[in-house]
């Protein structure tokens, strides 16, 4: 609850608009892309589309948190202003662990119930009638009908590579910690490097990642069309990894303004931001580590 | 047919219609009673459970009304000030609890009934198409499709509509009556749902996986239904229509079946030797 | 932008009015502004899917096929369901919360308003791509508004790759509306407004924006699986490849069954303002009902598979969905003797917004009932799917949703737009709404019990004469609505000044505000008692 008397309306502002022409072209044009190459359509002006919308985001959000920097800058935000971004940052966490919960909540229900009663397990275990031969298995590997899938040769164990990534991770969040206490002393020097260090973790992160993929789709014969399984793998592993390069970006940004000098000790709301986002990226990886990997 | 429909518009109009239509039986406007145990059972919870809810309706409907008539500003009433009581609020929750505790016992009861598929005495596998279903009689490996025969020129109003309009085939799925049916509904394609509603039976055909459902029919007769589960553009053109003949005629339809099938030899022999036909439906 | 350069924050904006010509609303960051422009996109939204619903109704007046292929009046049904639910509810809804939370609680404005200008103009984007698909090849969705794969997936039109990128859209549009109105109500609040003085309406859109961010991220996912079905080779919703069709209906429903409850609680919050307003008597029993909100909103997250009975659910679960379902019915009765409660030993009196308020609670209660009667899963497996079911949503959505945003237009109005609306045309226009919304939805469920499957685009005959009554009082239904738009038009450009209280039993921040509200309202925080 407020006692401030000086609530910030910021002035009226293009970039919303821009934005919602940006995003109608970016996923409009993305769609035409899609379709036409499904249907062997000529695909160049779907794809010019596509760009013009994805240069036009671009443009957008670099435009828009310009100005919000400068309005910081410029002493317009209160107390208040920032407990409200600090909402703003915290429930669409909150959203995105929803979506999460949703992919999560798929590979539950396909590991336990749809794949065993495919294979004649439970309650609705006669399906088995249709996929004679079929048996099920966690990870799946023949699919109940093969002739229409990849058959992958094996899948990744959780103490490769995977365990790896665990390790970068968990560090990665370490060291942006010891990169956050840093700045909250006003330490300058560490806190760029603990965060020059974090984002060096992730990019390995994203290497070793894009290294398990390529090794799926050359040598294993994992793809998105190796049933059930490969659908979850790479729909889990794959946004998580979208979460990651864009938790990387903003960690950069973040480096950037911290070598300009835009943040204080006592005022940084942007850093702990992107903090905040890259702790919610970890986590979730521990969660696909152990639900995806291990189990 | 337009004659009644214009009669009904003009009552419509008029506001009349709702009491005339209840009166008109052959309107249909309830669940039927159906023939089977299943879809006795259904209706008779449908029955409890409505009269309660236009009880719950009317008890609230009443108190409404007198409110809104007795307390009319226009009449000089006066606001009173209370605007909190506990005990009211403890009994309107703990009231409509029990309520609904009172409907979910017989609820549950017939729920179970109608999972337990065991000891049929027949299996018949359902199988839906884009637009049309096919019967398997799984022991028996008697297979057909089961087309939908209303002609175009009667939806497109070029011709006279049929009594059974929408609601014929050309083969019809043939069961015994008082015998134990077990249905195992699947799809080709896309969802479509196998629904009888004399039967009491509704279940979702879903590509890939198969449901069960039952019935013992007790009535020999022709029994139509439709399908239930929105499938592209025939959705509302892949009727179904069920034959159950009394025991015996039964047996000589199949028996008559099999010959066709498979051979005179196959008719006379012990069905026991007939493999069970697992057929896998790999489109 | 300009505010960069302007250093003297604390009230350079006070004597801002609004910008001049367009760039007013297309740049705006005014609370009220944007609030207006959802309500005007919602009924434009509800005009174009009434009007998709007036095609259903023409070629269901008879059977056989009159008016359009059956290819056809399935994309009809499919968008007049989206579009009602996303295009014409939800906005309004949210154009309300935003004229009117900041107002109710004393703030200035929204929490983030430049992110809520956005939330707006997305809409019309997601529209664009949504509206645009009935001109493509192969025709617009045309598998239902819950679009079931495998038929919205391997055998949908291309055109649903457009419609996953409109959904897309409108999920990130509502996901950021109800960050803005959480953050607002949260943060924004003036000295002495405690949680538990807001007004019902700011509750019950809390809880409902809670329930959005839950759900929207959940509708993104399945139809981003779709998305992937359809053009990457995956088998989410394929058995043959181990994953499952029903799958999507557990992710869908997952979304689908808060998501109708989205639609009600804030027209709950509504009526929860207006029947005390006219019956002169404070709401009975606020703090139940703040209660019995976040029960409902807590209940819904465990209910969906009631719209899977005859999936073919193991009997444990469907046992399960089946209790939890029918316990809504409890917090939902608090709510609707709550208000008879207000109502009774009170002074009423029937203005336009109570006749819809009194139509609410009474029609409510008839679609809310013969919810608790699909609840019962055995007798759902003879209702599901059929016009029973359409006869239920049409008695919570139409009287339920539609008459609770009615209601608070013609509430609300003088104060928007400092005008009387003329209380003659507003009866007509109540009375005749609620004689053809039930001409139009009471047949139905005669027609459903006995027997006629939903998403049909022709019958047989035993189904004639109640769809040609649900047909006519369709059409009366949607003539009516022509006249609310001409009401509302005239009540803008004039009438009877409105003072700045009209009704004389409403309590609220916004009364002690001028009619019509000045651009920038509560610069200065008031205090609450
Ligand atoms: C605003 C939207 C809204 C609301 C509020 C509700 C409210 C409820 N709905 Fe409804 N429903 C829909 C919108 C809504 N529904 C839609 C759109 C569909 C179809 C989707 C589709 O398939 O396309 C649907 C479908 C639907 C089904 C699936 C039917 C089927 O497809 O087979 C079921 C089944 O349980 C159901 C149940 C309920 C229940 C129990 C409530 C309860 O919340 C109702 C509670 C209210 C009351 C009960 C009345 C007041 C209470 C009292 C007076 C107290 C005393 C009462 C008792 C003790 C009984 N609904
Ligand atoms: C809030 C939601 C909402 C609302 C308000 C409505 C409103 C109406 N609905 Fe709605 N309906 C749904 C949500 C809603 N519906 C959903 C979710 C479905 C399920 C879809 C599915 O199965 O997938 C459905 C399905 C549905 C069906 C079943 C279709 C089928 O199964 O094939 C029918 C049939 O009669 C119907 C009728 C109507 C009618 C007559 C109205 C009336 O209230 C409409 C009032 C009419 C108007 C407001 C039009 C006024 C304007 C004009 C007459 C002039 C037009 C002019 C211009 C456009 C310039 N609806
Ligand atoms: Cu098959 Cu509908
Ligand atoms: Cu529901």
Redesign the interface.
Known sequence: MSTDQSYYVPDQSKWPIVGSVGMFLMLGGLAAVMVNSAESDPTTTAWVVFTLGTLTMIYMITGWLRDVINESHAGLYDAQMDRSFRQGMGWFIFSEVAFFMALFGALFYVRFFAVP??GGEGA?G??N????GFEAQWPLINM??P?QFRTPEYVFGPWGLALVNTALLVTSSITLTFSHHALKKDHRKPAILWLAATIALAVIFLGCQAYEYYEAYAHLNLTLESGIFGSMFFLMTGFHGIHVILGTIILAVLLGRLLKGHFTGEKHFGYEAGAWYWHFVDVVWIALFVVVYVL | ?SV??LR??AL??A?L??AS?IAES???????YGVTP??Q??YD??MV??WI?VA??VG??L??F???FA????KG?????????TT??VI??VV??LI?IG??VP??Q???K??DTSDAELDVKITGY?WRWRYEYIEEEIDFFSNPTTPTA????ASE?G?????EVDNHLVLPANRKVRF?I?AN???H?W?V?DF?????A???????AWAIVKEPGIYRG????????????MPIVVEVLPEDEYDEWMAEQIRETHGDSAAEGDDGEVPVA?????? | MSAVTDTHAADHHDAHGPAKGFTRWLFTTNHKDIGAMYLIFSFAMFLLGGAMAMVIRAELF?????MV???FF?QMTTMHGLIMVFGAVMPAFVGLANYMIPLMIGAPDMALPRMNNWSFWLLPAAFLLLVSTLFMEGGAP???WTF?A??ST??GPPSTTYFIFAVHIMGISSIMGAINVIATIINLRAPGMTLMKMPLFVWTWLITAFLLIAVMPVLAGVVTMMLMDIHFGTSFF???GGG???LFQHLFWFFGHPEVYIMILPAFGIVSAIIPAF??????????MVYATGAIAVLSFFVWAHHMF???LP?QA??FF??AT??I??PT??K??NW???????????ETPMLFA?AF??LF??GG??G??LA????D??Y???YFVVAHFHYVLVPGAIFGIFAAVYYWLPKWTGHMYNEMLGKTHFWMSF?GMN?AF??MH??G???M??????????????N??SS??AFMFGVTQLLLLYIVIKTIRGGKKAPAKPWDGAEGLEWDLPSPLPYHTFAKPPTVQ
Not at chain 2, 71 to 74: A, E, H, T, V
Not at chain 2, 226 to 237: D, I, P, R, T, V
Request: net charge neutral; proline share 6%.
């Open positions: 009663w495919l609705k006669s399906a009638m249709l996929w004679e109940p009908d002739s | 047919m009644q429909a009904t518009g419509a109009v506001g219609a709702p239509a052959e309107w249909g406007v309830n669940l039927p299943i879809s059972s259904i919870i449908h459970v409505f809810c719950i309706g609230v409907f108190a409404m007198w409110s809104i307390y009319r500003k226009s009433a006066k606001a009173a000030h209370f605007h909190e009581n009211v609020e309107w929750t409509p609890l609904l409907m979910a609820a549950t017939t729920l179970v109608m999972y884009q009667q939806r497109t109003g509509k009594p059974n309009y929408l609601m195992l699947t394609d896309v969802i749902s629904w509603n009491g039976v509704k279940q979702d879903i590509p890939g996986f198969v449901n069960e439709l399908c239930a589960e929105l499938c592209g553009q025939g959705h509302a053109f697992t057929l896998n439906q790999g489109n | 008879q059977p056989g096929m009159q292929e059956p290819a399935n045309n598998f239902g079931y495998p038929l391997e055998y394929n058995a043959a499952d069709p029903v019956s002169r008597k404070r709401l009975f029993g606020y703090t139940s005859v999936v073919g009997l469907e046992l089946m209790y029918m316990i019915a409890v009765g608090v609707i003797f008879i409660s207000t109502m009774f030993r009170g002074s009423l009196s029937f009194v609670v009474i209660t008839v009932l013969s608790v009667m019962i899963a055995p007798a497996f003879q599901h799917d059929t004689i001409l009471f047949p005669f027609v019990l006995a027997g499957p939903r998403r049909y685009a022709d019958y047989p005959l035993q189904f004639a004469n109640f040609m009554i006519i009082g």
